[in-house]
């Protein structure tokens, strides 16, 4: 059963759990600059905390989650990552 197995995984040791998930995810609809500025500030003041933050971050990386604030990085972020450890940079995430 795949949620067996979920059960014992990190996520549910994360800071978000329970959290609203449009904290994390934009919205289906336009997003002004701003509110989308604030929304990722919440989001990553709730990562900031998170036990299971690195793990987060890994498993997004892993299978190259296009959206979202996942780890503490949104996207954009993430895909700078990936690319830095593609040319072998070494960049701290924790």
């Keep these: 059963m795949a949620t ?3 059960e014992y995984g990190w996520q549910w040791r994360a800071a978000c ?4 998930s449009g904290l994390f995810f934009p919205p289906g609809e336009w997003e002004s600059r701003e509110a989308k500025i604030a929304r990722e500030r919440n989001a990553k003041s ?3 905390v ?10 997004a990386v ?6 979202g604030i996942w780890g503490g990085l949104n996207e954009i972020e993430r895909r ?3 690319r830095e450890q593609g040319h072998g940079t070494l ?3 924790g």
Aim: glycine share 4%.
């Design 4 to 6: 067996h197995t979920w």
């Design 17 to 20: 759990r329970g959290e609203d």
């Design 46 to 48: 709730i990562c900031a």
């Design 50 to 59: 998170c036990p299971v933050r690195i793990e987060c971050l890994e498993y």
């Design 62 to 67: 892993r299978i190259r989650e296009p959206h």
């Design 80 to 82: 700078v990552l990936i």
């Design 91 to 93: 960049r701290s995430i």
